[in-house]
C-alpha cells in the first residue's frame, strides 16, 4: 500500500489485542490522572473487573493491555495493591529489559547504511527478520538470508517478513491483493494524500523517524515518549488536517472499548490543528473489523456505518472472499466517510441500492418493512414480523424466547444484558443503576477486608501466644538439662 501514498504515516499495535477473555471480565475506563495504571512491558496496563450477573462486583485489578495471555505478559496487581519500593525497582528493571534491543534512531541509522550498499550487499534474515549489514553477516552465516533486497522491496516490508502466528498475543494476517488493491484505489478516488495506519507490527526498521512511531493502540502509548507523540501530532496536522485518513485494522480479540478511547485521542490530536470553524469535522477512519461488532462500535462512534465490502486475507483459512453462505469473509469496513460517496467493485457482484443511497452485496436485497437492507454477512435474510426486524435465513422465530434464533438453540442458555439489573436493553456500564452497585459492592469490600484483617490480627496474636507458650517449654528444657548434668 505504500507504493500509491505521496506519505506514509504508521503506528504499530503491540501484540494483537487486549484482554478479551470471558463474558465475565469488563475492562474499566478510568481518566483520572491523579491515579495512573502501572506500567507493563507494554506501556500503561488497563484496569479489569470480574462481574458475575447477580453477583456483586469483585476486586478490581491491573493487566496488561496487550495480550490476553499470562504466559505472554504475567502482569498482574490488585488496584489497591501497595507495593514495594525493591518490587517496584524490580518491576522497572524487567521492562526495560522486555524493550527492543534497538532504539529508534539505531534502526533509522541501520536503515540509512542499507539503503546506501550496492545491491548485492543488501541482505535480510528471514531467520531473525532483520536488515543486515556487513558487520552483522558473520553471525548469521547459518541462517537463511535473502540477498539482492531492493528498494522496491523495502517499501513493501510485509513481503520480506513471516507473519506472526501467535493468536493471542501478535497474530498479523495479511490483506490479500484484492482487498489491498481496493483500499489503494479507494483512498486515491476519495482524494487523500496520507495515511496514518494503526496496526503495522515490526516496521521498525523499514522507516525514517518521522513516518513511524512504536505505539500501543491499546493504551494510547507512545514508546517512544513526547518525541513520538509529535511525530504524530505534526503527521495529522500537516495542511491544517486535510487530506489524512486513518486506517486501522486491529486485532479481532482486542476489546472495542479501549479501541475507541484511542481512537478518539487521535482524533482530538487531530481536531487540535482546526480551527474552530471545523470543529464539526471528524478525523476520516476506516476501521477493519468482524461485523457482529457494529452495535458495539456504533455505541462509541454514532457517526459510523458498516460497507458490504468483504475484506479478505491471504494467511487465514476462513476469512477469504468468494465463499458462499457462512464461509464467507466476516470482516467489513467501519468509515464516518458518507456511504454513497465509496463506490463498490460492480465486478464482484456489488451494486447500488437507490433507496439506500449505498452499495451493497449481491444477496443483500432491500426490505420494504425495514425500509434499508439488512443482510450483513452476504447472504439474504428474512423479515420477523413478530421481531419486527430482519434475521439470518437459519434463524426461526421462538415463541419461548420470544425472539428469532437457531433452530436448536438452548432457551435456558445465558441471555445477553446487564449484570447488575438483568434488562437486556442495555450493558452493565451503562446502567443507571451501577453507583448505586458500586456503593453498595463497596460497602461489601470494606466489611470483607476488616473481616480479613481481623482474622490477620488473630491469627497474628495466637501465633504470638504459641511462640510464647514454645519459649517457655525451651527454657524449662534447658534448666532440666543444667540440673541432670549438675
Not at 449505498?358 to 420477523?384: A, F, I
Not at 525451651?474 to 548434668?485: G, P, S
Request: hydrophobic letters at 30%; glycine letters at 6%.
Amino acid at each position: 500500500m505504500a507504493t500509491s501514498r505521496d506519505r506514509l504515516g504508521t503506528l504499530e499495535a503491540e501484540g494483537s489485542s487486549g484482554r478479551q477473555g470471558y463474558s465475565g471480565v469488563e475492562v474499566v475506563l478510568s481518566s483520572d490522572p491523579a491515579t495512573p495504571a502501572p506500567l507493563c512491558p507494554h506501556g500503561p496496563t488497563l484496569l479489569f473487573v470480574k462481574v458475575n450477573q447477580g453477583k456483586e462486583e469483585t476486586r478490581r485489578f491491573y493487566a496488561c493491555s496487550a495480550c490476553r495471555d499470562r504466559k505472554d505478559c504475567n502482569f498482574f496487581q490488585w488496584e489497591d495493591e501497595k507495593l514495594s519500593g525493591a518490587r517496584l525497582a524490580a518491576r522497572e528493571a524487567h521492562n526495560r529489559s522486555c524493550q527492543p534491543p534497538l532504539s529508534r534512531s539505531q534502526c533509522v541509522e541501520r536503515y540509512l547504511k542499507f539503503i546506501e550498499l550496492p545491491l548485492s550487499q543488501r541482505k535480510f534474515c528471514q531467520s531473525c527478520q532483520q536488515l543486515l549489514l556487513p558487520d552483522d553477516e558473520e553471525k548469521h552465516h547459518e541462517h537463511q538470508v535473502v540477498g539482492d533486497v531492493s528498494i522496491t522491496q523495502l517499501k513493501r516490508p510485509s513481503k520480506l517478513l513471516y507473519p506472526l502466528e501467535n493468536k493471542k498475543t501478535n497474530a498479523q494476517y495479511l490483506f490479500a491483493d484484492r482487498s489491498c488493491l481496493f483500499l489503494v484505489d479507494l483512498l486515491s478516488n476519495l482524494g487523500f494524500r496520507r495515511v496514518l495506519c494503526v496496526g503495522t507490527p515490526r516496521y521498525s526498521q523499514f522507516y525514517m523517524e518521522d513516518s513511524f512511531c512504536h505505539y500501543n493502540m491499546f493504551n494510547h502509548h507512545f514508546f517512544d515518549g513526547k518525541a513520538a507523540l509529535e511525530v504524530c501530532k505534526t503527521f495529522l496536522q500537516e495542511d491544517k488536517g486535510e487530506g489524512v485518513i486513518m486506517v486501522t485494522d486491529p486485532p479481532f480479540g482486542g476489546l472495542v472499548e479501549p479501541l475507541a478511547v484511542t481512537f478518539k485521542k487521535l482524533i482530538a490530536m487531530w481536531k487540535e490543528g482546526h480551527s474552530q470553524d471545523n470543529s464539526q469535522k471528524e478525523l476520516p477512519i476506516f476501521w477493519i473489523f468482524p461485523y457482529f461488532f457494529e452495535s458495539r462500535i456504533c455505541q462509541f462512534f454514532p457517526s459510523f456505518c458498516m460497507l458490504d465490502y468483504q475484506v479478505d486475507y491471504d494467511n487465514h483459512a476462513l476469512y477469504k472472499h468468494g465463499k458462499t453462505g457462512r464461509k464467507q469473509s466476516p470482516v467489513r469496513i467501519f468509515t464516518n466517510i458518507p456511504p454513497n460517496k465509496i463506490i463498490l467493485p460492480i465486478e464482484e457482484g456489488y451494486r447500488f441500492c437507490p433507496l439506500c443511497q449505498r452499495y451493497v452485496s449481491l444477496e443483500n436485497q432491500h426490505c420494504e418493512h425495514c425500509n434499508s437492507c439488512t443482510s450483513k454477512d452476504g447472504r439474504k435474510w428474512n423479515h420477523c414480523f413478530l421481531c419486527k426486524k430482519c434475521v439470518k435465513p437459519s434463524w426461526i422465530h421462538c415463541s419461548i424466547c420470544n425472539h428469532c434464533a437457531l433452530p436448536d438453540h438452548s432457551c435456558k442458555g445465558p441471555k445477553d444484558g446487564c449484570f447488575i439489573c438483568g434488562e437486556l436493553d442495555h450493558k452493565r456500564s451503562a446502567c443507571p443503576n451501577i453507583s448505586t452497585s458500586k456503593k453498595v459492592n463497596k460497602a461489601v469490600r470494606k466489611q470483607k477486608q476488616r473481616k480479613s484483617n481481623k482474622m490477620k490480627m488473630e491469627t497474628t496474636k495466637g501465633q504470638s501466644m504459641n511462640h510464647t507458650s514454645a519459649t517457655r517449654k525451651k527454657k524449662r528444657r534447658e534448666r532440666t538439662h543444667q540440673y541432670l548434668c549438675s
